[in-house]
């Protein structure tokens, strides 16, 4: 049996919804002129607004972000093998994700999306961004000031992501950060590294497995359905329907206090997969979405936490063929397997 990570593929699927054109960086068949690159920089620089940048598994994500573009990778915690950070089984034939790498985000960048990649750190180095996500990436835990402000924007969201850095959220100066969001993110740093500036935003169903405090300072922050080890400080912070192992998060309000981990998760399986509520966990139930209630944790919510942040785009993750050399004329028969991963 081959197999064989086919993100090409999913990219036909891409192209049947969008004009926008498809490029590839580290393929590993031959180059296609005009879609195929070596270097993520190389392909950022050949595209235009609205263009989709595809990732191999093991390419870099080294970049300096001019334009608002959609870049795709394959996932991450994919190496079941891995004794640190065990993955999940079946979801890629290539266990690789992206190589870890550097973004900044300069004049232009606004409305870009990144799903599905692996950083060491980003950079928001221009005045005015606004309306950039990250979906299902991971911040590694090699990164040091894995998020850096470096000036005032808008409207960034970290949805379904595992951030692992040393001092994760980093404000350099005093920038101004509204609207910025962290939805179904699993966190095991210190989370924020200052108190002395101006942010707001949301912090909805996340996990805070380790590190010794979420900083949150005077800015206006909503912290909702999630569940800490770590303590929360912050003078204008509403928290509503989180979950502590201690005093983490004040009485009232649906929060709950004292609660043992171990009666919260299976902590069995693959790294992320080990946060799953278990049978009867306090968890269930007990978060608010809209007028529904949800289970707090990085499952919960209105965007659930996908398992080795796999993108939501239809991919060929197997392919068994004949192999050797096929005399000319035979019949090959192929069998392909394909997931949507919605």
């Not at 996500?133 to 590694?140: A, P």
């Not at 707001?200 to 005077?218: K, P």
């Amino acid at each position: 049996m081959k197999k064989l990570f086919l993100l090409s593929v999913a990219a036909m699927f891409i192209c049947s919804l969008s004009f926008a054109t498809i490029r590839r960086v580290g393929f590993f068949g031959p180059a296609v002129s005009g879609v195929d690159y070596s270097t993520l920089q190389l392909a950022h620089d050949a595209s235009a607004i609205g263009d989709t940048i595809m990732m191999m598994p093991g390419a870099a994500t080294n970049c300096s972000m001019t334009k608002g573009l959609v870049i795709i990778g394959p996932g991450y915690f994919l190496n079941p093998s891995d004794a640190t950070y065990p993955g999940n089984t079946g979801l890629q034939a290539n266990s690789n994700s992206t190589a870890s790498g550097y973004i900044t985000f300069s004049l232009g960048s606004s409305n870009a999306q990144i799903i599905g990649c692996s950083f060491s750190s980003i950079t928001f180095g221009a005045d005015g961004l606004t309306n950039i996500i990250f979906k299902r990436c991971l911040f590694d835990r090699f990164g040091y000031n894995n998020i850096n402000f470096s000036q005032s924007c808008s409207g960034v969201t970290f949805q379904q992501c595992a951030i692992q850095g040393t001092y994760a959220v980093n404000f350099n100066g005093s920038p101004t950060v509204t609207n910025l969001a962290f939805l179904n993110c699993l966190f095991s740093p210190q989370v924020f590294s200052q108190s002395s500036y101006t942010m707001s935003g949301l912090i909805n169903n996340c996990l805070f497995v380790s590190g010794s405090s979420v900083t949150l300072g005077s800015g206006a922050w909503q912290v909702s359905n999630c569940i800490s080890q770590i303590a929360f400080t912050g003078s204008n912070v509403v928290y509503t329907n989180n979950i502590g192992t201690s005093s983490q998060f004040p009485a009232g309000n649906g929060n709950q206090q004292n609660v043992p981990w171990a009666n919260i998760f299976k902590l069995t399986g693959s790294y992320d997969g080990q946060y799953a509520l278990k049978v009867g966990s306090p968890a269930i139930g007990a978060g608010i979405n809209g007028a529904a209630a949800t289970d707090c944790g990085i499952f919960g919510g209105a965007t659930p936490y996908r398992l080795s942040g796999i993108p939501g785009v239809p991919a060929i993750y197997a392919l068994t063929s004949p192999q050797g050399t096929i005399p000319a004329g035979n019949t090959v028969q192929i069998n392909l397997s394909t997931r949507s991963n919605n």
